[in-house]
């Protein structure tokens, strides 16, 4: 997974950048066509020769075939389709966590899902014997819940990273802490850090941190008050950090006045489309993120709470890092 700094658009080293974001546009999801009735079977013949099903693993086949295709938007389309149909299809899901073809895809669904009963499916995949970590989606869908034991879990999770053979999987804790606001989590989180030794880890843990601070004090402003009042408003209070950075500080030319370093365009966080399940209390929003050094894809997961809109879980579907500008040299003397 690529590193929190690229992908929140975090200055390695030198702070957060000045950037103000776009207004995120929404285009929702279309609502599902009717379903066709099936074509009545002709003279001499029944329904099961008309489809010529066959018996077994069809499904996953099927699903696999769709998921592994060349074509990325089927896939995409597949994973909106599960989250429209809602948690009425999670015994589905949960059978399909048995076969290592759709096991990824019905974890991924299960986290976008939520709830008790996914939480209590997704639990069970901490003991999987499979080579397939699907202990990351787990995780990384536990943001959402803010109970001390929930946090606990994660920090342990962040502390043992060292001991940890699949990086994606302490990356997967650390995404689910990034969507909290609470500053109270930023000293256990700083001494979560303290204990690792990786510094891939340690860079993504200190990049969250600013995450974590910096939208805890927009939160509190009356403009950050307001950010739950619609998708846009909440994706962009997730994506605060790098929105709003300090612009930097003018410089001394060599003839005296200050003048201005050139700024990078402005950050931005778009939402693509948006799908509902059937209560329309939680959406999934494909969201597009772009600085002057990434552009990253997110598929982001809110939750209605008390009237809000809330970022309950992210997770990084691709990312492609620009083409940067050659560093200029002074000549040597």
């Not at 929702?28 to 379903?35: F, G, I, Q, T």
């Not at 579907?317 to 002074?330: F, N």
Request: glycine residues 6%; proline residues 10%; hydrophobic residues 40%.
């Amino acid at each position: 997974m690529p590193g929190l700094a690229v992908l929140l658009g975090l200055a390695s080293g030198t702070g957060l950048r000045a950037q103000q974001s776009a207004p995120a546009q929404i285009t929702p999801s279309k609502p599902a066509e009717p379903a066709a009735s099936p074509p009545a079977p002709g003279p001499g013949t029944t329904a099961a020769d008309d489809a010529d099903v066959q018996p077994g693993d069809w499904a996953p086949e099927l699903l696999d075939a769709i998921l592994t295709s060349s074509n990325s938007s089927a896939a995409d389309s597949l994973y909106d389709a599960a989250f429209g149909a809602g948690p009425g299809i999670m015994p589905q899901l949960q059978a399909a966590l048995r076969d290592d073809r759709t096991a990824e895809f019905a974890a991924q669904c299960l986290a976008y899902l939520g709830g008790e009963q996914a939480f209590k499916i997704l639990a069970a995949l901490i003991n999987d014997s499979r080579n397939l970590d699907l202990r990351r989606f787990f995780l990384g869908s536990l943001g959402e819940y803010h109970t001390p034991e929930i946090t606990r879990l994660l920090l342990d999770a962040v502390e043992k990273s060292d001991r940890e053979p699949d990086r994606t999987v302490t990356e997967a804790a650390i995404w689910a802490l990034t969507v909290r606001s609470d500053p109270a989590l930023v000293p256990e989180l700083r001494q979560a850090e303290s204990k690792i030794q990786d510094v891939v880890i340690r860079d993504d843990v200190d990049n969250a941190l600013h995450v974590i601070e910096a939208r805890a004090r927009y939160l509190a402003s009356p403009e950050g008050k307001k950010s739950g009042g619609s998708i846009a408003e909440a994706v962009r209070a997730y994506f605060i950090a790098a929105l709003e950075s300090p612009t930097a500080p003018a410089a001394r030319g060599p003839a005296g006045p200050p003048t201005t370093p050139p700024q990078p365009p402005p950050a931005k966080a778009e939402v693509q489309r948006v799908t509902l399940t059937p209560d329309r209390n939680r959406t999934l929003a494909h969201v597009v993120f772009e600085d002057s050094e990434a552009i990253a894809n997110y598929n982001i997961v809110l939750q209605k709470q008390l009237g809000d809109w809330v970022v309950v879980s992210v997770w990084v579907a691709s990312q492609t890092e620009k083409p940067q500008p050659p560093t200029a040299t002074k000549p040597s003397r």
